[in-house]
């Protein structure tokens, strides 16, 4: 996973494992997932986001590079745990006991 | 302490008489002989929203649509000649299920020149007329014109697909929809076309979930901790009226108030909603398309600066929130049972121009699930109790006015059939 993530973004490859590209796997990785490291994940992410954002203004949306679509993904996978992390204070959503609900269409990108 | 004016009969429900103010009985929600009356009454002759023009944008592209509540499945299709059709889904040879892949019960979609049944090879064109039958001069004087597809009324209103299983129907879905209906014609759905969708089974009657997304008084104590401490207090010291009830018909709709898009104060909200400027109510910002200024009639009908957002119930299983940021949100429940059924929550917005814009979006289907996912699971443990019959009378408030009206529809709806003298069918098997 060497260089996945666009250079300036170095310090966010200990998260690479984060960039999944739908949401079935983000939400499986957040449930699979313990606060401690989630929250890691946050404290080093949430703090680039603002620098995220421009970096990725820079492409169309249609035609980004392998890394700035990984860093994308990387940032759809940071707003699913922003809800354990500044919310919920645990994986799941509080009594929700079994309940799941599943994507079943989402965008491309 | 009322903070928004209510009708001169000094409530909501008061203006509408019929409702009456007194507890309303949940039978209709636990009892399996009133669902299967349903399926009969309502699912099997009204109008239902089975998908959009998006879904089927060229000649050939085709969807199914699973509808056990009306005992069938069928397929929607785009003709040659650019009309949407819609039928039941099944070979008039031997009645093999016609369109579907691997597992019979779950939906699919694709593009085709014409259907061919994966049994014995009869094919059909996208008009739904039989053109080839396998061995043909082995059957006996067999009339190909009289084996077509058995169509489906099938309409199309404001690229909303619609289909009336009632061959015997005659109300078109533009009059079904009534006022309400007509009020919200020219809102950019079109322009509307990033999809996010989510589904769920979900243990409960259907008309339960409807009830969840039909009022808001439970907003401020179910999702408190979805806003921060200060905020939650607030609300919940608040509790939560509405801008304005509409009913009309089968149908009706709230229109709601929403200071989060944007906050006044960014304390009020999440740190990824500041950051992103997005949140529960979509993204702050609006996209810049016509058609959303001024907005339909039907559409913030109280005229409220502070409008957020307009929940229409169309009757029976099809909701439509129009959001003051200019995006939209379908909800759709589809029964398998008398305590089951399927869910599924649809978010349409314009497309994004560029990555803020997509993780913007990104975040308001996040958190629609979040919510979603807490509004389920309480309606699991809402069933099991009502089915203990331990408590069958429930008193609604005045901001619960859509539910009364709900469940009187349906009752209505259900008497009327009996009314009818219409053969009740032998249940069907769900």
Redesign the interface.
């Known amino acids: 996973m060497t260089a996945a993530l666009p250079p300036g973004f170095a310090d966010l490859e200990p998260f690479a494992d984060w960039c999944l590209p739908t949401e079935a796997e983000r939400y499986a990785k957040r449930l699979a997932s313990s606060m401690d490291e989630m929250q890691e994940f946050y404290d080093a992410a949430f703090p680039r986001f603002e620098q995220i954002l421009a970096h990725l203004d820079g492409y169309a949306l249609d035609a980004l590079p392998d890394d700035a679509g990984r860093l994308l993904a990387l940032s759809y996978s940071l707003i699913n745990v922003s809800f354990p992390v500044e919310v919920w204070r645990q994986p799941r959503v509080p009594d929700s006991g079994a309940a799941s609900m599943d994507a079943v269409v989402e965008p491309a990108v | 302490m009322a903070h928004f004016p209510k009708p001169a009969e000094g409530s909501w429900t008061e203006h509408y008489p019929e409702l009456g103010t007194g507890p309303v009985d949940y039978e209709d929600s636990i009892s399996p002989e009133f669902y299967e009356l349903e399926r009969q009454a309502i699912f099997s002759r009204t109008w239902l929203n089975v998908g959009r023009v998006e879904q089927v944008p060229r000649a050939g592209r085709y969807f199914t649509k699973e509808l056990p509540c009306a005992g069938t499945s069928v397929v929607i299709v785009r003709d040659r000649g650019g009309d949407v059709r819609g039928f039941h889904n099944i070979c008039r040879h031997r009645g093999n299920k016609l369109v579907w892949n691997d597992y019979p019960n779950e939906e699919t979609n694709g593009t085709c020149r014409q259907f061919t049944c994966k049994y014995h090879g009869w094919r059909y064109d996208l008009d739904g007329s039989l053109t080839f039958v396998q061995q043909e001069s082995e059957f006996f004087d067999l009339d190909k014109d009289a084996f077509g597809l058995v169509p489906v009324q099938t309409e199309v209103w404001e690229g909303f697909i619609f289909v009336n299983l009632d061959p015997d129907n005659a109300t078109s879905v533009k009059e079904y929809l009534g006022g309400l209906g007509a009020g919200l014609e020219g809102y950019p759905f079109g322009e509307m076309t990033?999809?996010?969708?989510?589904?769920?089974?979900?243990g409960s009657n259907w008309k339960l979930f409807v009830d969840a997304f039909a009022e808001f008084y439970h907003a401020p104590v179910l999702h408190a901790?979805?806003a921060t401490d200060d905020e939650a207090r607030k609300l919940q010291g608040y509790g939560f009226e509405a801008l304005s009830y509409v009913i009309d018909g089968p149908h009706g709709m709230v229109s709601s108030w929403g200071g989060m898009s944007p906050p006044k104060d960014p304390s009020m909200v999440?740190?990824?909603e500041n950051?992103?400027r997005s949140g529960l109510f979509g993204p702050w910002d609006r996209p810049g398309i016509d058609g959303l200024d001024p907005l339909p009639g039907a559409v913030n009908p109280a005229r409220s600066p502070n409008w957020g957002v307009d929940s229409f119930v169309f009757f029976p299983n099809f909701m439509l929130l129009v959001w003051a940021p200019g995006w939209y949100l379908t909800y759709h429940y589809w029964p398998t049972s008398f305590n089951t059924h399927v869910?599924e929550?649809?978010l349409y917005f314009v497309p994004?121009?560029?990555?803020?814009e997509?993780?913007r979006q990104?975040?308001a289907?996040?958190?629609f699930?979040?919510y979603?996912?807490?509004d389920?699971?309480?309606l699991?443990a809402t069933q099991t109790m009502i089915e203990s019959r331990a408590v069958t009378e429930f008193p609604l408030n005045d901001q619960e006015i859509l539910l009364r009206h709900l469940h009187r529809t349906a009752r209505g709806y259900v008497a009327d059939f009996a009314k009818s003298g219409a053969p009740v069918d032998a249940p069907a098997a769900s």
Do not use: C, D, H, S
């Open positions: 990033q999809v996010y969708k989510y589904r769920a089974n979900v901790k979805q999440k740190p990824i950051v992103l869910f929550g649809t994004p121009k560029n990555a803020t997509r993780l990104e975040l289907a996040v958190t699930k979040e979603a996912l807490q389920g699971n309480t699991e």
